[in-house]
């Protein structure tokens, strides 16, 4: 719960840090995405340890679909704040781009998809 709290406070400042220009709706909504992204490493990392401790189906099927919103939710933030569609994201996924080359390309901070605040942990299977 202590990485989640961090995660959430480290997505605040860099939105508050990397959109000082920006109008406040569009603030509102990078918090509200950010806080989306936090919500859903929550429940992709419940729902796996939760498949972990029990390997039954159902739980599998729970955690995959975690995984597959939030991958949702990374491919539309990217896609916004790049300017490129959600198809270029998609068919970087496919070619195995994983999430950090992706920002590279993009000179976004990964950060602002959830990033780096688990490294070291694979809850989110990138």
């Given at each position: 719960m202590a990485r989640i709290k961090t995660?959430?406070?480290a997505v605040l400042l860099v939105t508050?840090?990397?959109?000082?220009?920006?109008?406040?709706?569009?603030v509102e909504d990078v918090v509200e995405v950010a806080s989306d992204i936090v919500e859903l490493i929550r429940e992709v990392s419940g729902a796996r340890h939760r498949y972990e401790d029990n390997r039954s189906e159902s739980y599998r099927r729970e955690w995959l679909e975690q995984r597959d919103r939030l991958e949702e939710?990374?491919?539309d933030e990217i896609s916004r704040l790049?300017?490129?569609s959600r198809g270029a994201i998609r068919d970087m996924r496919s070619r195995d781009y994983g999430w950090d080359a992706i920002c590279d390309i993009y000179?976004?901070?990964?950060?602002?998809?959830?990033?780096k605040a688990h490294q070291g942990r694979d809850d989110d299977d990138d």
């Amino acid at each position: 719960m202590a990485r989640i709290k961090t995660l959430a406070g480290a997505v605040l400042l860099v939105t508050t840090v990397t959109v000082p220009t920006a109008y406040a709706s569009d603030v509102e909504d990078v918090v509200e995405v950010a806080s989306d992204i936090v919500e859903l490493i929550r429940e992709v990392s419940g729902a796996r340890h939760r498949y972990e401790d029990n390997r039954s189906e159902s739980y599998r099927r729970e955690w995959l679909e975690q995984r597959d919103r939030l991958e949702e939710l990374r491919t539309d933030e990217i896609s916004r704040l790049a300017g490129v569609s959600r198809g270029a994201i998609r068919d970087m996924r496919s070619r195995d781009y994983g999430w950090d080359a992706i920002c590279d390309i993009y000179h976004i901070n990964p950060k602002r998809i959830g990033l780096k605040a688990h490294q070291g942990r694979d809850d989110d299977d990138d």
